[in-house]
C-alpha cells in the first residue's frame, strides 16, 4: 500500500509532511545512534562480549534491532526483505541476539543498514494508519503503521538502555555524549556509588522485610491503586 499525494508520506514534490510521523521517525533514528554508538572504539572481540548472565553483548543487541526493523517494517506490510534464518523457531533460543565468531562486525552493520532502509522506505511511502499482519501477535495481528512505530521505538530504544549498560561494564564509558550525564570525573563517580551504596544498605536495615513492610506498593493511583 503507498499512500497518495497530500497523504502525509513526504515522498513527493506535493506531499504534505506528516508532523507526527516525522516525530516518531525522528525517535526511531535517535534510539538507534544511540545503540550504534555504543560500538565505537571497541574490537570484535569486546562487542561479542557477553557480561551478564544472560549473555546480552551489544554486537548480538544489533543484530536483534536490526532484524526486529526488517521483519516489522518489510514483512508485516507485505514488503519482505532479506532471510533471517536465525528469526526462525526452528533454530536455538536466541539465535537472533549473539554473532558467530565466523561472522564479521561488518556484515551485522550491513545488515543494520539494510534495515533502515526498509523501515525507511516504508515510514516513508505509508500512511500512518496503513494497515499491516504481525503473524506472531496472533489474534492481536491487525495493526497500524502508528502502532508499528510505537512498538519499534521503544523496542530500539529498551535495547539502547541495554547497550549503555553494557558497554559502562566492559570499559567503562557511559553518556556517549548526549548530554545528560553528570559531568563528574572518576573520583567523584566513586563517592557517588559509594554513598548510593550506603544507602541501599541502609534501606536494607530499615525495611528487611522487602516489599511487604510498608511504603510504596507498585501500584497505579490513576487505577485506584493506594499510593
Known sequence: M?????SGSGTGADDVV?????????????????????????????????????????????????????EYFGLVFGRPGPAL???????????????PADVPR????ALQARSVVIAEATIAELPLDAVGLVPWWGDRGDVTLRQVLVHVIAEVARHAGHADVVRELLDGRAGHGDGNLAPLDDD????????????????????????????????????????
Do not use: Q
Open 188 to 227: 567523584a563517580w566513586a563517592v557517588h556509588r559509594a554513598r548510593l551504596a550506603d544507602a541501599a544498605t541502609e534501606a536494607g536495615r530499615r525495611w528487611p522485610g522487602g516489599p511487604d513492610s510498608g511504603g510504596f506498593d507498585g501500584s497505579d493511583e490513576s487505577d485506584g491503586g493506594a499510593a
Open 106 to 109: 561488518t556484515d551485522v552493520l
Open 18 to 70: 506528516d508532523p507526527e510521523k516525522d516525530l516518531l521517525n525522528r525517535y526511531l533514528r535517535k534510539a538507534r545512534r544511540e545503540l550504534l554508538g555504543t560500538l565505537d572504539g571497541l574490537s570484535e572481540e569486546e562487542v561479542r562480549r557477553p557480561v551478564v548472565r544472560t549473555g546480552t553483548n551489544l554486537l548480538g543487541l544489533v543484530k536483534h534491532v536490526a532484524s526486529v526493523e526488517i
Open 2 to 6: 503507498v499512500a497518495e499525494s497530500g
Open 85 to 99: 534464518p536465525w528469526m526462525d523457531d526452528r533454530e536455538e533460543t536466541n539465535a537472533d541476539m549473539w554473532v
